[in-house]
Every structure is written in C-alpha cells, then in structure tokens.
C-alpha cells in the first residue's frame, strides 16, 4: 500500500535511539537508516552522508502503533470527526495504522462504503486506514452483511464488528464465525448483553447507586465473553474481543486461551488508568461504553495485558461534539476522544509501573494488533528489510497536563488536564515523517 505521505525519496538517519527490543548492542542504543520507505540498516555508528539526521538521544523507537479500534466518524457524522482530522489524530499519537469501525451513516456493511473509507484513508496520508466491515446489515443484528464482498473489495476486509452494538443473537454470531473462517477472517465482539443493560449509564456498584445512575453489570459483557469463547471453540474460527473492561472478563479469557481457543482481546487506555469514582461530579466526559469500571478492575485489567491474556491495546477513539456530551448525564452521548494521549496513558499505567517493558509495549500496542487485524506492512519488530514504520517517543519528558486541542474535531478526552508522562517525538509511514517534533509533519 502506498500513501501519498508515504512515497518520500528522502533518507532519514535516526542517531542514537534506544531500539525496543533490540539486541545488537549494549543498552539497545543504535542508529536507523530509513530508505525507499524501508528500514535498510541498524548498527551503532552509521555513515550519514546524504540522509536527513534526527538527533534521538534519550528516546525510544518503538514500530509504529496499531489501533484495532478506531472510530473515525466519515461518512456521516464529519462534525465530530472526519478520515483526515482522524488519522492526523492518530499520527500525533504515534500511529501508523489505524482499524475504523463500521458505525459510520451509512454504515460499512457494503463493499462500497469500505471501499469509500479504504480511499479516503489513502487520500489523507497521515496513517494507513483498513475499515472494519459490519457484521450485521445495518449493525441492526438481524441479518449478516456482505462479508465476502467486503472481504473481496479493495480494503480487503478481514476484520468484522457490529462495534457500538453486540452481535446479541447467538446463531446469528455462530454463522458469522463460520462465514469468516474461509478466508481466515476474525470477528470482533462488543460485549455486552442488551437485556441487561437497558437504560444502563454507569458500572453498577457502590457509585451508581450513590449517584442514582442506572447500574451496568460485570456480569452484562462477562456472559457474552463466556458464550462467544465456547462459538469459537465450537466452530474453530477466530474471535476478538473488544475493550474488555472487567477482572472476570479477563479471566474468562486466561480460561479460555489456557484450552487454546482462537480468541484475542484488546483494552483501552481510560480502563487501565480511569475508574466509575470520576463520575462523582457527574461530567459526561466519563461516560463511556463500557463504563469505567472499579480499581479492583484496573488492577486485574493491567496484570492481564502484562501477562498477555489481553494481547493489546486498543483506544476505541470515540469523538463526540460538543452538543453531544456537555448535557446531562443520561442524555449525553458514550465515548472517549484517545488517539493523541493512547501512548502516554499507557506509559503511566504500564510503564512506570514495572509491569511491561518498551519491548513488551511494542508488543501490546504494534505487533500483536497488526497480526490480529490481518494487516501486512505494520506490526514487524524494528530490523532491517522491513517497511519503515516508527514511531520515536520521549519517555523522560516532563509530566505535562493533557490539552484537549489536538488534530481531533472533538474535546471529549478524559485526561484534560491530567498530568501524563511522555511524548510522541517523530512518527515515520514508510521512511517519510508524518510527525516531527511533536507536531504534524
Ligand atoms: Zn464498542
């Protein structure tokens, strides 16, 4: 695949950065040389005649990020979010790769929307855009949509989500699986059984109840996770599980991978540093689906990405205007802005805390989510002869409190003006900067 941003005849030497993973040499401290969009040589000391230099004393570079789960809002709603604003949102970040969701108006459950979103994603150039296909016609759970078509078409659609909703019927979640199994396709979950949570607003525990908020129950996602382990088993076709938010879903998954099950998970950044005590003050800004969960959760959530029962990071970036989330509570709409500061949350929650190393961050946030999204040219660990993904990130940078004014359209990001480690440096698609110095390139 070749963007319009990712084509430069440029050479970029990249001196003196520590290579997560890389075991040439003492402390993992190298130079990179990017070429033809590849990365063509990494050693200590290289000759830079005729390449660009970048100076990356002190940061680390990691293969450029993956986003499993991405709502990018085009076509339909261009007033909270469009494939440009998103993915300049997302190079910001350090990504390279982003998955939409398919809950856009009209909804991807065509080869001709994919396809649309396939080609605007081209035409914006800041990260490479590979749609997810509906699983259902209309995301309306009662039919299955053209799987095959989307799979067939351009964007070559492997990975299908009626995200937003559950695929609640379960023979019709059986069929699906089957379906995709021919061309090794996987369907991804939104967990959550609609019954039991009807007019659901907030985790149902100690804080719903103080608030009068109508409680949404562990237990709604961890019987649709627990079904859909035993379909995949059953049929023998890959499941993914999206944002999974509570400690028994995650052992529900260990359960289930410790049979050899086909199943992978992903969670967010806000669950693995954000709990339901925010909504106290009741700021829409914390209203989520799933909803921030209890600190017994964040707990088991992080030890579960640490020990790989969850496989990777995914941020389910959902930009909302402003209408839609300064009301009140009830009225307000789900989601989260979490693109630009994906990386820095993970930082503070994984990170700091001692419980993955940038080695295993390249894991969690580029590797093992480009393999689950079937996507080639992203997700290869940093060596020679592979597509000159990167993403340079400064972890030492002072704490800095979160500004919502980034590239996104929207402001509903929960960390305004929390203190987060890190910064995003330089982000390369194909050996051509996207972002440089923190700022698009
Ligand atoms: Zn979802």
């Not at 990365?39 to 200590?44: L, S």
């Not at 909804?107 to 490479?128: F, K, N, P, S, Y």
């Not at 007019?199 to 562990?218: H, I, Y």
């Not at 307000?332 to 805390?353: I, N």
Request: charged share 20%; proline share 6%.
């Amino acid at each position: 695949m070749t963007g319009a941003r990712g084509t430069g005849p440029d050479r970029w030497l990249i001196r003196g950065v520590t290579v997560a993973g890389y075991g040439g040499c003492a402390g993992g401290i190298a130079d990179i040389l990017l070429s033809g969009g590849s990365i063509v040589a990494i050693e200590p000391g290289l000759n830079h005649s005729g390449a660009r230099v970048l100076d990356a004393d002190g940061l680390i570079a990691l293969p450029g990020l993956v986003d499993l789960h991405t709502h990018l809002r085009e076509p339909g709603r261009e007033d909270a979010e469009t494939v440009e604003t998103g993915t300049a949102a997302a190079a910001l970040g350090g990504y390279t790769a982003v998955h939409a969701m398919a809950n856009t108006d009209p909804v991807a459950d065509t080869a001709g929307v994919v396809e649309q979103v396939w080609r605007l994603g081209r035409a914006a150039g800041h990260c490479d855009v590979q749609p997810v296909g509906a699983v259902t016609v209309g995301l309306a759970g009662a039919r299955l949509a053209e799987l095959g078509t989307m799979a067939d078409s351009v964007a070559r659609v492997r990975v299908f989500s009626d995200d937003g909703r559950c695929v609640a019927d379960p023979l019709l979640m059986r069929r699906a699986l089957e379906y995709v199994k021919a061309f090794d396709g996987v369907i991804a979950q939104h967990a959550q059984e609609p019954r039991l949570t009807e007019g659901a607003q907030l985790n149902e525990g100690e804080m719903s109840a103080s608030l009068g908020l109508a409680g949404w129950p562990a237990v709604a996602e961890e019987a649709i996770i627990a079904r859909d382990c035993l379909l995949a088993a059953h049929v023998g076709s890959a499941l993914h599980i999206c944002h999974v938010s509570t400690a028994g879903s995650a052992e529900i998954i260990r359960w289930a991978k410790s049979k050899g099950w086909p199943v992978t998970a992903e969670v967010t950044p806000h669950h693995l540093l954000l709990t339901d005590e925010l909504a106290s003050g009741y700021d829409p800004v914390f209203k989520v689906n799933p909803p921030l969960r209890t600190s017994a959760d964040v707990v088991e959530l992080r030890r579960a990405l640490a020990d790989g029962t969850i496989d990777c990071v995914a941020t389910d970036h959902a930009p909302h205007p402003v209408e839609a989330k300064e009301t009140e509570w009830s009225e307000a709409a789900f989601g989260m802005t979490g693109l630009e500061t994906a990386l820095r949350v993970v930082q503070e929650a994984m990170v700091d805390t001692g419980l993955l190393d940038w080695a295993g961050i390249a894991d969690r946030m580029s590797i093992r989510p480009a393999r689950i999204g079937r996507l080639a040219g992203h997700g290869s660990p940093l060596e020679v002869g592979v597509p000159a993904n990167l993403t340079l990130y400064d972890p030492a940078s002072p704490p800095a409190a979160v500004v919502p004014a980034g590239a996104s359209k929207s402001r509903n990001t929960p960390f305004a003006g929390l203190e987060l480690p890190g910064r995003v440096v330089a982000t390369f698609l194909r050996g051509t900067p996207t972002v440089l110095d923190g700022k698009l390139a």
